[in-house]
């Protein structure tokens, strides 16, 4: 999954971010109205988490502007508003959730996950594909009945090919899914690397990750 943070205050950022990135989220931060705006014109996000109160603004006029352009992300708003009004404004303006600071980060993750499952159509916390069991929230795989042990961005990518199952990914697609702006020092190879450790993992089950030449990989099950 690929996030857009949009906060100017950089020890909740950077805690949130943290966060993020121990659950296998790339997560790129815009700590104002105009740096949001760049990155979006630049890259596409699966989830944006969007502070409401911000340097050169209101985060609701961005949220506006992604409405106006159809831009269906899914939006999750950071307030420190209590009233019912503001909250119904906010949601009204396009937001598709909120929560009210200070939260708790494992709920903040909790409904990123449950906007990005729900954008991808996938409504089960548990998928069984073939012989293999993903569970996105517990974040646990299993392979007829055994555990399978996966890093985080393994977990990530295994995670992109099972949403997109049957489809094929270009390598951009992937890169982008599982590495942000922060990681400069990765290069092409690196997802090259992830897929054939996951192919490993995965060895023995009937769900296969094949080369697609010159076009990417696509996850398919096998009888």
Do not use: W
């Amino acid at each position: 999954m690929r996030l857009l943070l949009v906060e100017d205050t950089f020890d909740m950022a950077e805690a949130i971010m943290i966060r993020l990135d121990r659950s296998g989220i790339a997560c790129d931060l815009a700590k104002t109205l105009e740096e949001a705006r760049s990155l979006l014109d630049v890259q596409r996000y699966d989830v944006i988490v969007l502070d409401l109160n911000l340097p050169d603004g209101l985060g609701t006029d961005l949220l506006k502007e992604l409405r106006l352009k159809s831009d269906r992300t899914p939006v999750l708003v950071l307030t420190a508003e209590f009233s019912v009004d503001d909250r119904v404004s906010t949601l009204n303006s396009g937001a598709d959730d909120y929560l009210v600071k200070p939260f708790d980060h494992r709920e903040l993750e909790a409904r990123i996950q449950a906007l990005y499952r729900r954008e991808q159509g996938d409504k089960a916390e548990e998928l069984a594909i073939g012989d293999l069991t993903f569970n996105a929230t517990a974040r646990v795989v299993r392979l007829k009945e055994t555990p399978v042990n996966l890093t985080r961005r393994e977990f990530s990518l295994l995670e992109l090919f099972i949403r997109n199952r049957g489809k094929v990914l270009s390598k951009e697609r992937l890169f982008e899914g599982i590495f942000s702006f922060q990681d400069t020092d990765v290069s092409m190879n690196a997802l090259e690397l992830y897929v054939a450790r996951l192919r490993k993992k995965l060895s023995g089950s009937s769900v296969v990750i094949e080369t697609q030449r010159g076009l990417g990989y696509k996850l398919e099950v096998h009888d």
